[in-house]
């Protein structure tokens, strides 16, 4: 019957789809952890702490300080994925001539089944929270503060006027943010007085629109819970949600697979069209059979696509 083979069909798209996500997954995750060649802390927390990666050519003109890449790791703002997993990707823009600075955040830490159905329900699913409210943002604001000077410190090959903060998925939507705490509240702690002293921003796989990731629930509601669940969600939005934080006159690609499971091209497209109502042109780079994972997997071609995308803007 029509339906029937229909039904069939779209099955066997579904597994295909699900099959191949998986690889990717896997692929991305195979690389052996890479070492950094200096670390610093920037606060008193264990997860207050930033690897350097030294550049491993030198493409700068006539030998200078090579760009700074910042990187921002994603994994939902989720205790389990820290910075270690995209050690692989941060080595692969060293050897294309980058200095490299992998920012650890605090993420959540606190098993939701501990908590009870009733915290559960609030914060939005089961398993490890995500994020820390305000901890997270606290984080990332300290290190982006204090990296300048730890850099002519601990990573003199790096020249911080040519900064470029990249960051995949969560850690897209941290760089997004990053880029904008001008445009903050008055209220907010993170504020600053100016834009921050960036060439620019390369988001991959962003959660950049917490309205459209809330349709499609992104990752099971994490950016409810980075917010603390429910009850502060609204009112935190202002805060937190980069499509809210518009424009920031801070050059931004936002780089997208369109097979993404994991963080749907309609976030992303949702941020471009919100800066474009705000006056501003996002880059947006949509990479045909690609998910959400070979971004910052060095084996894939999306991830140079991503590295030249960065020299775009740190040269």
């Not at 019957?1 to 099955?11: G, I, L, T, V």
């Not at 098993?111 to 901890?135: F, I, K």
């Amino acid at each position: 019957m029509p339906d029937d083979a229909a039904a069939r069909a779209a099955a066997e798209a579904r597994a295909a789809a699900e099959a191949r996500a998986a690889a990717e997954e896997e692929s991305a995750f195979s690389h052996p952890a890479v070492d950094p060649d200096a670390a610093a802390r920037y606060g008193d927390d264990p997860d207050q702490v930033i690897d350097f990666y030294a550049p491993r050519v030198s493409v700068s003109p006539g030998g200078g300080l090579a760009p700074l890449v910042v990187v921002l790791h994603g994994g939902a703002w989720r205790a389990p994925y820290d910075r270690r997993h995209v050690t692989p990707f941060a080595d692969f823009l060293a050897r294309r001539g980058f200095a490299v600075a992998n920012v650890e955040y605090r993420r959540g830490g606190v098993s939701l089944p501990a908590q009870g159905a009733a915290a559960r329900g609030a914060a939005g699913g089961a398993g490890p929270v995500a994020g820390r409210w305000p901890e997270t943002f606290d984080d990332v604001a300290a290190a982006m503060d204090a990296l300048p000077a730890l850099v002519r410190e601990f990573l003199p090959q790096a020249d911080p006027r040519r900064m470029v903060v990249t960051g995949h998925s969560a850690g897209g939507h941290l760089a997004l943010w990053a880029a904008a705490r001008h445009l903050l509240p008055t209220d907010a702690a993170w504020r600053i007085d100016r834009p921050a002293p960036l060439r620019g921003v390369v988001a991959l796989a962003p959660i950049a629109d917490f309205t459209v990731a809330d349709k499609l629930d992104v990752c099971d509601g994490a950016f409810r819970q980075l917010l603390g669940g429910d009850a502060g969600f609204t009112a935190r939005l202002p805060y937190a949600d980069p499509a809210l934080l518009l424009p920031t006159g801070i050059a931004t690609t936002l780089v997208q697979g369109r097979t993404d499971t994991v963080v749907p091209e309609a976030v992303a497209e949702a941020y471009a069209d919100a800066a474009a109502k705000a006056g501003e042109v996002v880059g947006l780079t949509l990479l045909e059979d690609v998910g959400h994972f070979p971004l910052i997997d060095p084996a894939a071609d999306a991830c140079a696509v991503v590295a030249e995308e960065i020299a775009q803007l740190a040269w």
